[in-house]
């Protein structure tokens, strides 16, 4: 039987994009991940499917007592899901693409502020998640190390004294966790600065990845930065290295704005000018173009060049035009060129409501 609430979670708005008035969209969210094992029953990769099973029971069983900071939990296996839906889920960060592609004895469970999940017979027999709006690395870390607590006083969890937590993969063993913040850097893009500054974080020991996680490219001037070792650091070790690669990472991203607007005002109009235009009047809109346009109307909003257009309203559209969302707007399954053309007629009729809110 289907769970109450994940029709709920799927009709909500993004809750992780919630931006704070009056400062520029630079970190757009923080999560905390937490890569746990039980004791006593092999890893996902080498488990039985009744072993499997065995596993999602008592994890979903742990998860019926609501923890501090959490509510209850919807839980359901991935054969529960629709393609649609599962798309969704990645979409709004609430699972891997990895463990969409599970079948039975693998799912996800949600609280109902879809700030906590728990992903189940991923890579490791659990991933419990945090992820909240904005530069808030200590709330996640608290959300995700609650839930983290309240588990392992129900069920017990493989753990070396020496070594740490023990994981699935070895570049996690330890802490088990990662920690990432997710930046929107569109000045630093149209500077040609991106890759040298993360190149930066790379040597610092933090991988960047595009927006999706793992596997997925750069869109949207959208990154996401995490750390790459687990082993031999305390978390909030990691975590303050992490908040101080994201606060070079702002300040980068600030002075290129500042940098543009003083010495090439011009053209950072025209190229803000251009997204408006091809938003305002396409009929064919693939998915990574509409997210590049938004990026640019993003920093036009941050920067007094679209009075017209209002910056959370169209961070929920970057959702919208995403395959899952748009389909599931549409109410049917849409080929690519379906999608495009839906798209594109979703972009004209949201800024020609905001042009005759304007009165325009």
């Known amino acids: 039987m289907r769970a109450e609430g994940f029709p709920k979670i799927f009709a909500s708005p993004v ?48 998860l019926g007592r609501p923890s501090a900071g959490s509510g209850a939990f919807a839980c359901m296996e991935m054969t529960e899901f629709s393609d649609l839906e599962k798309q969704l889920l990645v979409e709004r960060r609430l699972s891997s693409r990895e463990l969409v592609r599970m079948g039975a004895g693998s799912g996800i469970a949600v609280d109902a502020s879809e700030r906590v999940s728990v992903m189940v017979n991923e890579e490791d027999h659990l991933r ?20 983290d ?40 893009a149209m500077s ?19 927006m999706l996680g793992e596997g997925s490219g750069a869109v949207g001037n959208f990154f996401q930065i995490s750390n790459q070792s687990t082993l031999g650091e ?26 543009l607007a003083d010495g090439r005002r ?21 998915s990574q173009e509409a997210l590049n346009a938004v990026s640019f109307l993003l920093l036009g909003c941050e920067m007094g060049l679209l009075p017209r257009v209002r910056r959370t309203p169209l961070l929920r559209f970057m959702v919208t035009v995403q395959a899952g969302h748009l389909q599931r707007r549409a109410g049917s399954v849409l080929d690519e060129a379906g999608r495009d053309a839906y798209r594109a007629a979703l972009a004209r009729a949201f800024l020609t409501g905001a042009e005759e809110k304007e009165g325009v």
């Open 192 to 210: 040609a600065q991106v890759e040298p500054v993360m190149r930066g974080a790379n040597e610092l020991g933090f991988t960047v990845r595009g």
């Open 128 to 147: 419990i998640q945090a992820l909240v709006p904005g530069a808030g690395l200590n709330e996640a870390w608290r959300l995700a190390d609650g839930l």
């Open 266 to 286: 011009l053209w950072l109009c025209d190229q803000v000018g251009q997204a408006y235009g091809r938003l305002r009047h396409a009929y064919l809109l693939p």
């Open 15 to 62: 809750r992780w994009l919630r931006p704070a008035p009056g400062k520029p969209l630079v970190v757009v969210s923080s999560r905390v991940r937490l890569a746990r094992n039980l004791n006593g029953l092999p890893f996902p990769n080498r488990a039985t499917l009744a072993q499997r099973r065995e596993v999602w029971n008592r994890i979903c069983a742990a």
């Open 149 to 188: 607590s309240a588990l392992g006083r129900r069920r017990t969890f493989a753990y070396d004294p020496q070594l740490g937590y023990l994981t699935a993969c070895p570049s996690n063993v330890g802490t088990g966790m990662r920690a990432s913040v997710m930046l929107h850097t569109p000045a630093l």
């Open 234 to 259: 305390d978390e909030r070790v990691i975590l303050r290295r992490l908040r101080a690669a994201v606060l070079r990472i702002s300040h980068a991203e600030e002075a290129a704005r500042e940098a």
